[in-house]
């Protein structure tokens, strides 16, 4: 059981926007920067959203992020064929003092 | 460019030990922080060890507290995680990450991952 809820699964046509959410409390989100990795399959994750809303240089701004009080989104839009993989999301806990990660969302482009 | 390159890992016993390396090149080692984290086999990430950039600072997940510890080499740019009374949940993938700073903050920001080494804790 993560301390960050995502939802299992999330799938979308190409050219669709899809939301993947990430819902958490006052001890992770609430306090702490909220960041979202992309995990294409059998490799290493790749860090695709950092600080809430902010994208390292070389991702698409087809990716964006946002963060309200306890829960933050992923959002994918004009989705391509090569944006399906695993997302987590991820947030400094400071009950436990250390990292969390989302369960994960497996993203299926149709 | 930066490269992480894990190694050590196996298949070992329920109770046993094992050490996982992770040798570090492209950068300077002693710059940044570093983080351990694992994949059991169909399964999400899960953050396992944090160390500062000398070492002086150690964090861990309350799964490996107490079993694991992590260390690193700056002589060698090479980090470590020291595993003992591994357990058959312990088995997964474990990948190293360069962390953005030199020292563990209330951030996960990995810029950098190696491509991991299995562990397989079995009888």
């Known amino acids: 059981q993560s301390v960050l809820t995502q939802p299992p699964s999330a799938s979308g046509t190409p050219g669709q926007r899809v939301t993947i959410s990430c819902s958490g409390s006052?001890?992770?989100?609430?306090?702490?920067?909220v960041y979202w990795y992309q995990q294409l399959p059998g490799t290493a994750p790749k860090l695709l959203i950092y600080?809430?809303?902010q994208r390292p240089s070389g991702v698409p701004d087809r990716f964006s992020g946002s963060k309200s009080g306890t829960s933050a989104s992923l959002a994918i839009s004009g989705l391509r064929s090569e944006d399906e993989a695993d997302y987590y999301c991820?947030?400094?806990?400071?009950?436990?003092?250390?990292?969390?990660f989302g369960g994960g969302t497996k993203l299926t482009v149709l | 460019q930066v490269h992480l390159v894990e190694s050590g890992g196996g298949v070992v016993q329920p109770g046993r030990s094992l050490r996982l390396s992770c040798a570090a090149s492209?950068?300077?080692?002693?710059?940044?922080?570093m983080h351990w984290v694992r994949q059991a086999p169909g399964k999400g990430l899960d953050w396992v060890a944090g160390?500062?950039?000398?070492?002086?600072?150690?964090y861990y997940a309350d799964s490996v507290k107490g079993r694991f510890t992590i260390s690193r080499d700056n002589s060698k740019n090479t980090l470590y995680l020291q595993m003992n009374s591994l357990r058959v949940e312990d088995t997964a993938v474990y990948y190293c990450?360069?962390?953005?700073?030199?020292?563990?903050?209330?951030?996960?920001?990995?810029?950098?991952w190696g491509q991991g080494t299995l562990v397989t804790v079995s009888s």
């Open positions: 492209g950068f300077t080692f002693t710059s940044y922080a």
């Open positions: 990450a360069r962390y953005w700073s030199p020292a563990v903050t209330a951030e996960v920001y990995f810029d950098y």
């Open positions: 600080r809430n809303n």
């Open positions: 991820a947030v400094w806990d400071d009950s436990l003092s250390g990292v969390v």
């Open positions: 160390t500062s950039y000398d070492g002086s600072y150690e």
């Open positions: 006052s001890s992770n989100i609430g306090s702490n920067y």
